[in-house]
């Protein structure tokens, strides 16, 4: 299906940098509750995460992550989660997160 640049634009992608994570054991697979900081305009928002295949939660901290911030929140579980973390599976389907190739502003919006 194609989309127009219009569609593309309606879905604000932004920068963070992850300043929590926390095992998520109430989730019914393995997930990481994740704080993220989008810097002074959209704040620090929270999310859930599947990805503890290839991440420890105190390597995630500092680290850069793009997000879906303008989806309604969802409920997960106890967790209300406000941004839609981006990641693309490996060769085993497990998720890899996707993040700039160096530092950037926290609230940069991809385009």
């Known amino acids: 299906m194609t989309i127009s640049y219009d569609d593309f634009q309606k879905v604000d992608i932004r920068v963070g940098k ?3 994570a926390e095992p998520f054991p109430q989730a019914r697979k393995p997930a990481y509750r994740l704080w993220v900081d989008f810097g ?3 704040g620090e928002k929270k999310s ?3 990805i503890t295949k290839h991440y420890a939660p105190e390597e ?3 680290r850069q992550v793009l997000a879906v911030v303008n989806f309604p ?3 997960i579980g106890p967790v209300r ?3 839609l973390v981006l990641g693309v599976p490996d060769v085993e389907g ?3 997160l996707i ?3 160096q530092e950037v502003p926290e609230g940069g919006r991809l385009y």
């Open 40 to 42: 002074p305009e959209l």
């Open 60 to 62: 995630l901290i500092g």
């Open 73 to 75: 929140p969802r409920q």
């Open 99 to 101: 993040g700039p190739g």
């Open 18 to 20: 992850i300043t929590r």
């Open 94 to 96: 497990e998720v890899v």
């Open 48 to 50: 859930s995460a599947q």
């Open 81 to 83: 989660s406000e941004v």
